[in-house]
């Protein structure tokens, strides 16, 4: 049978444990508002459509903050995923995965087009090496110009406040 001091000294390791646990876990509030240049470069299929979308714009915990990445929309079910790498100016990055919807206003490429969807952090550097996330997006687009908001939260086990 265990010692009183052995029991103290198990349940002392398990609250510990349990603590960081939930310090690694807590996530905190994250906003990025990207100007983007959305840019066709071929086709991922019938009705299907590959972008390359870049930007710049403000991000919390990363500040300027540059955006690349694939995306693919199915024009004909109105669907888009992608992945997008947001790079701080110290070369911090995250990287999610995203899909969602695409709301075509007109026929034209030109034409006004608005999407949302929901995000999902899948990797990191820096900072965010095991960072863990998510959230919802939105934006619009007309021709080459865009803009997107990213909202949710996530942690980082490197260290964000």
Same mark, same amino acid.
């Given at each position: 049978m265990p010692s009183? !001091?052995? #029991? =103290?000294?198990? !349940? !002392?390791? &398990? +609250?510990?444990?349990?603590?960081? @646990?939930?310090?690694?876990?807590? @996530?905190?509030?994250? #906003?990025?508002? =990207?100007?983007?240049?959305?840019?066709?470069?071929?086709? $991922? *299929?019938? %009705? $299907? +459509?590959? +972008?390359? =979308?870049? *930007?710049? %714009?403000? &991000?919390?915990?990363?500040? @300027?903050?540059?955006?690349?990445?694939?995306?693919? !929309?199915?024009?004909?079910?109105g669907q888009q995923t992608g992945t997008s790498t947001l790079t701080a100016a110290n070369g911090d990055t995250i990287v999610i995965a995203f899909a969602g919807t695409v709301d075509f206003q007109g026929p034209n490429p030109t034409d006004p087009v608005s999407f949302q969807g929901e995000w999902q952090v899948i990797a990191g550097t820096g900072r965010f090496e095991a960072a863990e996330g998510a959230g919802t997006y939105s934006g619009t687009s007309v021709g080459a110009v865009g803009n997107l908001l990213l909202s949710g939260s996530v942690n980082s086990p490197g260290g964000i406040d």
């Open positions: 009183t !001091v052995h #029991r =103290i000294t198990i !349940v !002392v390791v &398990a +609250l510990s444990l349990m603590g960081l @646990r939930a310090a690694a876990t807590d @996530r905190v509030p994250f #906003r990025a508002l =990207i100007d983007t240049q959305p840019m066709m470069v071929g086709f $991922c *299929g019938p %009705g $299907c +459509l590959q +972008l390359e =979308i870049s *930007g710049t %714009g403000q &991000a919390t915990h990363l500040g @300027r903050t540059e955006v690349a990445g694939p995306s693919q !929309v199915n024009v004909a079910l």
